[in-house]
């Protein structure tokens, strides 16, 4: 799911480019600050993110075999792990939709949109909220680990954008002094 979550950014990137940017415009497409320069190279070969996943695929399979707390925890990590990249990859296929749509109905938008880093970011947050209140009341009727731990996922996800936003906001006050 990382790969696909990297692959599919790349390949959004790309599709934004050919119609939709020539009408929103903004800073960066990847909102993660770490990644935003590859993907703004559109790098399909990352041996950094490789690595990443390389990493966490070690630490799937130790932590599976050795697993000794009780199916509870191992079942929200799962619903945590699965919920969140859901989630992202999610986003990403719903770009790849508009980006493909605009590109076969270049009619249904015209004028031009410039957009801060700030309002996409934010944008992407209000997203997470989309997800977060039905996982919320489905955790409050029907309180499963996997559910639960889907619920966390979106927190986390809010909290990390919040977190790229400060440090935005950060950057923009360095580079604009008052």
């Known amino acids: 799911m990382m790969l696909l979550d990297y692959y599919l950014t790349v390949w959004g990137a790309i599709l934004s480019e050919r119609k939709y940017r020539h009408h929103f415009k903004m800073e960066h497409y990847e909102l993660n600050p770490v990644w935003q320069n590859s993907i703004a190279r559109k790098q399909w070969f990352n041996p950094r993110y490789l690595g990443i996943v390389s990493a966490v695929t070690v630490l799937c399979l130790w ?38 749509y605009i590109l076969r109905h270049p009619e249904s938008v015209s004028g031009e949109v410039t957009m801060s880093h700030l309002l996409i970011l934010a944008i992407s947050r209000f997203r997470a909220v989309a997800l977060l209140f039905p996982l919320a009341l489905i955790s409050i009727f029907s309180p499963t680990p996997f559910v639960i731990g889907g619920l966390f996922s979106q927190i986390i996800l809010f909290i990390t954008h919040l977190l790229w936003t400060a440090k ?10 008052a």
């Open 63 to 100: 932590w599976s075999s050795s697993w000794t707390f009780p199916d509870n925890t191992m079942e929200g990590m799962l619903g945590f792990i699965t919920i969140y990249l859901g989630s992202i990859i999610g986003q990403h296929v719903s770009n790849i939709f508009t980006f493909n």
């Open 168 to 177: 935005a906001k950060a950057k923009l006050r360095k580079e604009t002094p």
